[in-house]
């Protein structure tokens, strides 16, 4: 192979193939299934290579719940804004925009409800470059009902003693009287 055709093969590489040495996009989340008692708050959390995206990239962030088909949380990197588009989410999913733009996103789910049970897919997009989504579960279980725990009072225990020691003194007395009558009736 000539000096002239390689150079003109490594040219039509670099023209047709941009990608070539540049970091796969790829996002990740933590764990694939979330375990969570309701009532509770959990954290979702899902990663991409912060170097794949440079600080000019229009970058979008969308989490779903994919069976009830409700937008949890849109981030957009050129408005700076993140929000959570559904009513039944508002409130209580809470993302940190900062955390976005440094590769890493994480959701707390606050008071969780039986049915925040479900898929949950986070698309990561840059604009005209990259996406990547990946999915994960989350299962709410019922909360147990947990018995009160007594806690002893040491109040109701000096009054305990107070009437413990009350009737025994009214017992002992009565005993002494009666002993001391039947004793006089002798006589």
């Avoid at 590769?103 to 789910?109: K, S, Y």
Wanted: charged residues 20%; glycine residues 4%; aromatic residues 8%.
């Amino acid at each position: 192979m000539s000096v002239c055709a390689a150079g003109l093969l490594l040219m039509m590489t670099v023209i047709f193939c941009p990608a070539v040495g540049q970091t796969p996009f790829s996002l990740s989340v933590s764990q694939d299934v979330y375990q969570a008692e309701q009532h509770s708050n959990i954290t979702l959390t899902w990663t991409f290579p912060v170097s794949a995206v440079s600080s000019s990239d229009s970058l979008v962030v969308d989490i779903k719940n994919v069976g009830q088909m409700r937008r949890v949380y849109n981030y957009d990197r050129k408005t700076e804004t993140g929000l959570s588009p559904h009513e039944h989410y508002r409130g209580r999913v809470l993302c940190d925009p900062v955390l976005i733009t440094k590769g890493r996103i994480e959701c707390v789910f606050t008071d969780l409800r039986l049915n925040d049970t479900g898929t949950y897919q986070c698309i990561v997009t840059v604009v005209h470059r990259y996406t990547d989504d990946k999915t994960c579960d989350l299962n709410v279980t019922a909360a147990l009902d947990r018995p009160a725990v007594e806690t002893s009072n040491p109040e109701s225990r000096k009054r305990f003693g107070l009437y413990a020691s009350l009737g025994l003194f009214t017992v002992v007395t009565a005993l002494l009287a009666s002993s001391f009558l039947a004793n006089l009736c002798k006589f």
